[in-house]
């Protein structure tokens, strides 16, 4: 057999190797990734933000699932003015009204509503709020980073790669030496999202009778 080819095979089986021991290893993330995926599923309150550096938007969300309450805001970057800013209360949701009112919107779902997001963040599914350790765990390789401080927590930053046959998103997460949680999250070099405030009391600029809704609508 030609040289150049047993030296590609080597090569080639020690990337393979090289490659599965990036996925399984607990030292390549995995076991880190699983203790983020525990961890989270009790949460019962965090705040997040999005920048996306290219479109210039932001997007910021506050929950409470004691109260099944989520606010979503998204705004501009460069003017710093809301182009959406909802708050999700069980089943019900109002938008924020140029007045300063809060204008209660007809429709009622159960996807994406306060109650909604809330029950898939107890049962690990994360949608759109968190990393989503668990599609990360199924279909993710992970290279391990250094260790730096995020919004007053110290964490650890894993690199990912998904498989380009599932989204091909490449980033980093950086995951709290202490509790496990994710702190930060980079996307392809132009997303950029940060988590606080876990487990601490929410504060929504919101009348308390929209707030107290949920006494009804929680429920449901």
Not at 110 to 126: M, R
Request: charged content about 20%; some cysteine.
């Amino acid at each position: 057999m030609n040289r150049f080819w047993i030296v590609a095979m080597l090569a080639g089986a020690g990337l393979f190797f090289w490659g599965i021991g990036y996925v399984v290893s607990p030292n390549g993330g995995d076991l880190e990734f699983q203790k983020m995926l525990e961890a989270t599923q009790h949460v019962k309150s965090f705040r997040g933000a999005y920048v996306d550096t290219t479109q210039h938007t932001q997007r910021l969300w506050e929950v409470d699932c004691t109260r099944n309450i989520v606010h979503k805001q998204s705004r501009d970057a460069q003017s710093d003015i809301a182009t959406e800013d909802q708050i999700l209360v069980g089943l019900d949701r109002y938008s924020h009204q140029s007045d300063g009112s809060w204008l209660k919107i007809a429709d009622k779902h159960v996807i994406y509503s306060g109650g909604w997001y809330c029950d898939n963040l107890a049962q690990g599914n994360l949608r759109d709020l968190l990393p989503d350790a668990r599609a990360m765990l199924r279909s993710a390789m992970f290279g391990k980073g250094d260790k730096k401080t995020v919004n007053g927590v110290r964490c650890q930053d894993w690199q990912f790669a998904m498989k380009a046959s599932t989204s091909g998103v490449k980033g980093t997460v950086c995951i709290g030496l202490q509790d496990h949680l994710p702190y930060e999250m980079t996307t392809d070099g132009t997303g950029h999202y940060s988590y606080s405030d876990y487990n601490r009391p929410i504060d929504f600029e919101a009348p308390e009778a929209i707030l107290q809704q949920v006494s009804v609508t929680g429920s449901n």
